[in-house]
């Protein structure tokens, strides 16, 4: 049971290293195609996880979240990290707010792409292999620490943790906390005087907002998303 418990830790970690170097290679490469070539000019447009990495929202707080239970200690938080943000520079743009938005949404959008890779991976699985069904089921449900790690199928558990980790990225980057991307988009709606208001919300207030009640409200848009998705299994 360890073992298997330090393979989901590993997958996890993984996982979530790509999945934040996917999400800000998008906002480069948005920018890139839009107009501005900051991120470019700075080697973000990559998958390479060295150049985003945030000692803080990649590296520490996930990593206490995920080997904490191993070594005796557990952190009320889901698991969630952010990377060193993307340069932008906004004057580079023809159309400012919209590219400015496009630009920030990729991020999240690229999240979500994932979840549907995944998805469709496991739909496959299902399809293809003998009593497919029951093992993807079977892995979501270890995915979700519902079910005993020990039966789960590696790579139906690797996609199922995709699934996990990437709708959790695109609904936490969604809301409205700077710097989250979905901050970014209300910002560009606010009148000037509640810009001014806005942009005093940062250091150690977002990380707080970002991860009290950012935790809170990513479970309340969390699991309506996993039951549907289980769901969906349920008919392979």
């Avoid at 973000?44 to 150049?51: A, D, G, H, Q």
């Avoid at 945030?54 to 979240?65: C, K």
């Avoid at 139906?156 to 988009?185: E, K, Q, T, Y």
């Avoid at 990513?218 to 039951?227: E, F, G, K, Q, S």
Wanted: overall charge positive; proline content about 7%.
């Amino acid at each position: 049971m360890q073992s298997s418990a330090f393979l989901i830790a590993v997958f996890e970690f993984v996982i979530l290293l790509f999945s934040l170097s996917f999400h800000e290679c998008a906002h480069a490469w948005t920018a890139s195609r839009l107009g501005d070539q900051t991120a470019r000019l700075q080697g973000r447009v990559t998958l390479n996880p060295m150049v985003h990495i945030d000692p803080i929202g990649t590296l520490l707080f996930p990593a206490l979240v995920i080997f904490g239970p191993l070594l005796g200690f557990r952190l009320p938080f889901m698991l969630i990290g952010w990377a060193k943000p993307t340069p932008v520079i906004t004057r580079n743009f023809s159309k400012i707010l919209r590219d400015d938005n496009l630009t920030t949404l990729a991020g999240p959008a690229s999240n979500l792409v994932l979840v549907l890779l995944a998805l469709l991976g496991l739909i496959g699985m299902a399809v293809a292999m003998p009593n497919g069904g029951d093992l993807v089921r079977l892995s979501f449900a270890v995915a979700l620490g519902i079910a005993n790690p020990a039966q789960a199928h590696p790579v139906a558990l690797l996609l199922s943790l995709a699934i996990l980790i990437n709708l959790s990225l695109f609904f936490f980057n969604l809301l409205p906390i700077p710097p989250l991307d979905g901050s970014r988009v209300v910002r560009n709606m606010l009148p000037y005087n509640a810009v001014q208001v806005y942009d005093r919300i940062g250091g150690w207030a977002s990380y707080l907002l970002m991860i009290f009640v950012g935790g809170y409200v990513l479970r309340l848009l969390l699991v309506p998303a996993l039951v549907l998705i289980f769901s969906l299994l349920m008919r392979l």
